[in-house]
Each structure stands twice: as C-alpha cells, then as structure tokens.
C-alpha cells in the first residue's frame, strides 16, 4: 500500500509532467473557449479534494497552450466531478481531460478505434450537473475512451477523455493533435 502522501505527491508530479507536455506539443485549437482541463485522483478519491488538476486549466495564449497555474488538488470543481463520476463505473479510469467538440477531431478519435459515446444536455434532469448526469449516461457499460457532447444554443461542444494516468492521455492529445496539424477545424 502506497503512503497517502506520496500517492498525492506522485499524482501532482504525472500532472505537472502531462501538462509540460502538452504546453509543447498540443494543438491549440483543441482548448474550448473556457480552457481545458486534465485530472487526476488518487486511488479511491470520493471528493474534489482527492483529485489533482492545473489550477486555472490550460488556455489558448496567442496560438499557444498555456498551463494558467500549478498542479494542485481541489482546484477544479468540473473536472473534479467528470473524474469522480468515471470513478465510480471503474476505479482505474483516475484520469480525464476536456478538449474542444469538432466532427473532425471525433473522426480521428474513432479511426484510433477509441470508443466514443454521447449524450445530449438538453435531456438533463433540473438540479443534476451535467458533469455527472452526462458522464454517468455514457459509462453505462463501462467508462469509454470519449465522452463527448455537441453543445446546445449558448454552450460549446466539449469532448471528455480518459485514461487510468495523465501521461496516457496526453499522448492521446498529442496523438490527435499531430493528426490535426493541417486539417481545418
């Protein structure tokens, strides 16, 4: 069994290797207009404050991802929950990321043969996050490689990815984005 504070320390180390990552090689058009995320819990996290994330996420700085501020837990109420609810249908999936929705980046998602499920927010439940009840209506039979939705009038597509580690799926992000490079989203 692994001391609790180095599992926290080990989480906060993954992050903050994931998110230099991405800083030099993801495509910028994959962030949404509010940023993008990536979260990492530690094993059997039941509350925002078990997962780790960059604390203000990753922005689009002049064409360029920008980390906005350090790894550390808490600092995410939604990516907190889309982790925790993936948890919930199976405690390896300790990872995810939220990246910009486009047709074409969830083509190339499929060509990798990554499964991909969707759900439609306007078919939320009043009072239910859509962190939780979206997540939750995609993991029925088990958490997918994609979660994504279209967005609705006023609110922007976004695509959830997940993995069992940061550096996981940023290699997926950087995968994507080396397919991207010239295609126009």
């Known amino acids: 069994m692994m001391d609790p504070n180095r599992e926290r320390s ?11 990552h991405l800083e030099q ?4 058009r994959l962030i949404p207009s509010q940023g993008t995320n990536l979260g990492y819990a530690v094993r059997g996290a039941r509350e925002k404050g078990g997962v780790g994330a960059i604390q203000g996420g990753i922005i689009n700085e002049n064409g360029k991802p920008h ?6 837990f808490g600092v995410d109420e939604d990516i907190a929950r889309i982790v925790l609810t993936a948890m919930k249908f199976d405690p390896l999936i300790r990872c995810a990321a939220t990246l910009r929705f486009s047709r074409k980046v969830l083509g190339i998602f499929e060509s990798l ?3 991909c499920t969707s759900f439609d927010p306007a078919s939320e439940s009043p009072g239910i996050s859509t962190m939780d009840w979206g997540v939750a209506s995609c993991c029925r039979q088990g958490v997918p490689d994609v979660c994504y939705d279209t967005g ?13 580690d940061p550096i996981d799926v940023s290699n997926n992000i950087i995968m994507i ?6 295609i126009e989203l």
Request: aromatic share 2%.
């Open 152 to 164: 609705r009038k006023g609110k922007e597509g976004i695509i959830r990815l997940f993995g069992e």
């Open 113 to 115: 043969l990554l499964e």
């Open 177 to 182: 984005s080396n397919r991207i490079i010239s």
């Open 10 to 20: 080990d989480v906060l180390e993954k992050l903050a290797t994931a998110a230099a």
């Open 25 to 28: 090689s993801m495509d910028a």
């Open 67 to 72: 980390p906005n501020g350090p790894c550390a």
